[in-house]
């Protein structure tokens, strides 16, 4: 089924970590040491600046745990934190509270680390007419939360399978004799196909000659892919001259230090796997009062 992040269901991913976390036994600390009938108040608080996501996880992750607990989310995703900002207030039985705390813990620290990478990038590409977008190097089974992590930093949204986009790799170009038979290919199976006639068609190039080609295939966007950005920008002025309607991305590599050149080349749309592949998590902890 085709799916976007906003759609997801999160309820199996939480039912999953709690039981990856829990087992068969439970948290045998807690029944151990508390009473069994005591009860508090905890705050789950950022130790560092960044932006928040993953806190419309926080209610149904403690409900599984005791429906009776009154969570109180006090910030929205993608809100700026700076240490000691609270960002949810819990109460009532302990066990419950210290049970889901390293699951909630993981799920906003990971979010909020995508998130505020995010944030960075969006804020490195600022007066040029680059979008940043994430890509499919995600965590297996955390795509959907991910992605919806990039969304909160200020990014959009690539393609979220392989099963919403045509986008023609370069070993699809390979294997197809070049970009331009790869595109007309595509275009023929979408309209052969009236169920996948919405599909958006992208071609990825590594050079000038194959940018060329491509553009006279009449994709819907061309990937220029670890291109220097002087060539990127020759290809923006070539696309700007014979197609302006088809979209330009860089994309290959990008990282902080290569971002901004990218983006000033003209492209419309900066792609960055490191959005979410290699994210340092956001330092957030939860504290008994």
């Known amino acids: 089924m085709d799916v976007r992040p906003q759609e997801i269901d999160p309820f199996p991913l939480l039912d999953m970590a709690l039981e990856e976390d829990l087992g068969s036994a439970g948290d045998v600390t807690s029944l151990a040491v508390l009473d069994e009938n005591a009860r508090g108040e905890a705050v789950i608080r950022s130790k560092e600046t960044g932006v928040l996501a993953g806190t419309f996880l926080l209610a149904p992750l403690f409900a599984r745990l005791d429906p009776d607990l009154a969570v109180q989310v006090l910030l929205e995703d993608g809100a700026r934190l700076e240490p000691g900002r609270e960002i949810c207030r819990l ?56 992605k919806r992590a990039v969304l909160a930093g200020g990014g959009q ?51 000038t000659s194959e940018f060329e080609e491509a553009l006279s295939a009449g994709p819907d966007r061309i990937m220029l892919d670890n291109m220097p950005p002087g060539r990127m920008a020759d290809c923006v002025r070539i696309r700007d001259a014979r197609a302006p309607g088809i979209e330009l991305e860089a994309s290959g590599n990008i990282t902080e230090a290569t971002l901004r050149a990218a983006a000033e080349s003209g492209v419309d749309f900066v792609s960055a796997g490191g959005l979410t592949h290699s994210v340092r998590a956001l330092d957030i902890h939860l504290v008994i009062l």
Not at 196 to 201: F, M
């Open 91 to 146: 109460s009532g039985a302990l066990a419950p509270i210290l049970a889901g705390e390293r699951t909630a813990l993981n799920f906003l620290q990971r979010l909020s680390g995508v998130a505020t990478r995010t944030a960075r990038f969006v804020s490195l590409v600022s007066e040029t007419r680059a979008t940043v977008l994430d890509t499919r190097k995600t965590t297996p089974g955390l795509r959907a939360l991910e």
């Open 157 to 207: 949204n690539h393609r979220f399978g392989l099963h919403d986009m045509i986008l023609i790799k370069d070993t699809h170009v390979a294997a197809c004799g070049g970009p331009g038979n790869a595109v007309r290919k595509a275009v023929e199976f979408r309209e052969a196909r009236p169920d996948r006639a919405g599909l958006r068609i992208e071609v990825e190039v590594q050079s």
